[in-house]
């Protein structure tokens, strides 16, 4: 090992933000609103909207153009997503009340509530840019 890495301390990277690109900035905060997530009155208008979790982390939306700003050759991805967001609604009959509250509002569903061989009560709903977001307990 030459001398100049042993004097570079290590860094531990810490997951700070968890990044989501969305074509229609108000329409994706309406529906992480409606799981509880808090955003400024107005942010609908912004290319950049954060907001911070109990416990420090991030979620940001960022408009497509903005990505394309600093990346403009971007295009949105094909098929389904990559990135899973998952809720905790507290109990099974939580997972089904939120399902239930989301579909009625409009937002499609991608698996209905369902009894997993894994022990939870889980469902899958689609943001408004067709990501998976699970609902579980």
């Known amino acids: 090992m030459n001398s100049e890495s042993s004097s570079t301390p290590r860094v531990t990277p810490r997951l700070d933000l968890i990044g989501i690109v969305t074509s229609d900035m108000a329409a994706s905060l309406a529906f992480y609103r409606r799981l509880g997530l808090d955003f400024a009155p107005g942010s609908e208008e912004s290319p950049h909207v954060e907001t911070t979790l109990p416990g420090g982390l991030r979620?940001?939306?960022?408009?497509?153009?903005t990505i394309r700003s600093f990346l403009p050759d971007w295009r949105p991805p094909a098929g389904s997503g990559r990135l899973g967001l998952a809720f905790h609604c507290g109990t099974a009959e939580g997972v089904d009340a939120v399902y239930e509250e989301l579909v009625a509002a409009g937002y499609r569903s991608e698996a209905k509530p369902f009894d997993a061989p894994w022990g939870q009560r889980y469902a899958v709903v689609l943001d408004p840019?067709?990501?998976g977001v699970d609902l579980f307990a």
């Open 129 to 131: 840019d067709g990501n």
């Open 59 to 65: 979620v940001a939306f960022d408009t497509e153009a």
